[in-house]
T-cell receptor, first 114, second 111 residues
């Protein structure tokens, strides 16, 4: 496997469910990100991890809970979501946290909240 | 408030046409501007621009930055159906890991 891999690709969940999105990067990068992409809106940064330490929580509701157990893996735990949380969730990684910040994105997890 | 604005929002052209996509920005402490192409799901990196007036080129795609007027353009010549995608512009600020994205330009190239 190369690049950034996200699973599942599609997820449908009810408002009372608990689920998790998984991201794995095979690039040896030191920083990982969660972005939210809603229809007709710019990508929104949610969380940033550098060397497994969270360095950014961009005013994201607590029903989204990130976890970074090591520099290659990133999770987004979901619970009691709202229909407006339906979106494409993109994971990305970069070699450095800042400066020449070229992100490599995964294919995304399409989330639908019923 | 930092913002990145792309235009047009969508564009339909025929194969062989040349297109120009625009990205303007208002941010504090500009560091670089990046272009990404998003076909199905994953945005893929195209260009990073840091200096004014220096064209970056890759095949039929080219891009240039104007730091005085605060904008960048992405040109695609001799378009092909495979160029159909959403093109995203993002700006990185100095001493920050955040990228501010525009809403994207959706390009459709018809045969």
């Amino acid at each position: 496997e190369t690049g950034v891999t996200q699973t599942p690709r599609h997820l449908v969940m009810g408002m009372t469910n608990k689920k998790s999105l998984k991201c794995e990067q095979h690039l040896g990068h030191n920083a990982m990100y969660w972005y939210k992409q809603s229809a007709k809106k710019p990508l929104e940064l949610m969380f940033v991890y550098s060397l497994e330490e969270r360095v950014e929580n961009n005013s994201v509701p607590s029903r989204f809970s990130p976890e970074c157990p090591n520099s290659s893996h990133l999770f987004l735990h979901l619970h009691t979501l709202q229909p407006e949380d339906s979106a494409l969730y993109l994971c990305a990684s970069s070699q450095t946290l800042a400066g020449a910040n070229v992100l490599t994105f995964g294919a995304g997890s399409r989330l639908t909240v019923l | 408030e930092d913002k990145v604005v792309q235009s047009p929002l969508s564009l339909v052209v025929h194969e062989g046409d040349t297109v120009t996509l625009n990205c303007s920005y208002e941010v504090t402490n500009f560091r670089s501007l990046l272009w990404y192409k998003q076909e199905k799901k994953a945005p893929t990196f195209l260009f990073m621009l840091t200096s004014s007036g220096i064209e970056k080129k890759s095949g039929r795609l080219s891009s240039i930055l104007d730091k005085k007027e605060l904008f960048s353009i992405l040109n695609i010549t001799a378009t092909q159906t495979g160029d159909s995608a959403v093109y995203l512009c993002a700006v990185e600020m100095d001493s920050s890991y955040k990228l501010i994205f525009g809403s994207g330009t959706r390009l459709l190239v018809r045969p």
